[in-house]
C-alpha cells in the first residue's frame, strides 16, 4: 500500500541533484567515471579508510570480502543469526556454510561469549570456523573489542557487515574498519543512499585493486578483453555515485536527525510499561529506532501493533527474522538462537527516516500509545 509515513525512505535534495545533473550532462552515463573515483576518495576519507571500492551493493561488497579472505566451499563461518539474509547469502555464494551465533541481549548484536564457545567447540571436534562476520545491527557497532581477539588469535579473518551502520562509531573508529575488510550499503533505506549501492572497505591497496578488478569482469589490463577468471559486474555507476557524492555531504545531519528521532520516541513512549527499546549504545547511528512489546502486560502483541500503524497509513516492520529460523538455512548449526527468536517475536521497527517532521514522529507515537492502552 502507498504509506504516508514510510519507515525509512530516501533524504535527498539540492547537492544530489547537482552532481547527478553534472554527471548526466557529462555524458558519463556507463559504470565507472569521475563521480566513481572521487566518491571513493570521499567515502574512505569520511570513515578513515586507506581504501574504498564503491559497488553496485552492499551483497555484491559481501561477496567479494568472502572471497578475498579465501573463504570458499566447505568452509564454515560463524555470523550473526538476527539479521538480514544478505550476510548468510553471500556465504552460500562462495559455497561457505554459515554457523549463526544468536544475539546479546544487552545490544542486540552477535554474542561474544557464544562466539568464544562455538569457536572453540568446533575446534575441539576438529572443524575449526574459517572466519567471524559480525553484522552491526540496525546502525550500532558490534563488541570488536572482544570479537576480534578472537580471531587474530585463531589466524583468522574478520569480515564487518556495517551495511547498516554508516556513520556509526564506537570508541572513536568508524563502523567497517573494524574487521580486516568492512562493508557497507547505500541501499534506498539506509542512512544514505545511492538508490542501490555499496562499499568494500579496507585498508590494503592490492586488495582494493583486487577488488576492483573482480568486480569489473575481471578483465585483464590488454586492448581486448582478456579473462583468465571469472568476474562479477559489480562497479557503481557514475550516476549513481554523484548522488553518493551529495549524500555523503549530509551523513552528520543524518545521523544527528536520527538519533533525535529516536530520543523523541523514548521522551514519548518511554513510561509505557508493556514497551521497551533497543537499547541504544552511545555512538549508534539510530538508523532505526526498535520497540519490543511485552505481550503479557500489553494484552495484545506486535501484530495487533503494527496492524494498527498500517492501517493508518505508517509503515511498521517487524524485527529481522533470525536466519536460524528461515526455512533456506534450516540445516544450518546455530549457537543458542532464544535470544533473536524473542526479539523477532516481539521486536518492531517505528519509522525513522531522517526527513520525518516532529509531527509526524508525535503521530506515530500516539498511535502506538492507542493500540497499547486500546487492549
Known sequence: MGFRIWLSPPHVGDDERELLLDAFDSNWIAPLGPHVDAFEKELAATIGSAHAVALSSGTAALHLALLLSGIGRGDRVATSTLTFAASAFALRYVGAEPVFIDADAATWNLDPELLADELARAESAGAPLAAILPVDLYGQCADYDAIVPLAQERGIPVIEDAAEAVGATRDGRHAGTFGDLGVLSFNGNKIITTSGGGALVTDDEDVAQRARQLATQAREPAPHYEHAEVGFNYRLSNLLAAVGRGQLRHLEDRVARRRAINARYRELLGDTASLDFMPLLEDSNAWLTCITIDPEVAGTDREHLRTHLVARGIEARP?????????????????????????????????SGSALTDAEVEEVAGEVASALASK
Do not use: T
Open 319 to 351: 524485527v529481522w527474522k533470525p536466519m536460524h529460523l528461515q526455512p533456506v538455512f534450516a540445516d544450518c548449526r546455530v549457537r543458542g538462537g532464544e535470544v533473536a527468536a524473542g526479539l523477532f517475536e516481539r521486536g518492531l521497527c517505528l519509522p
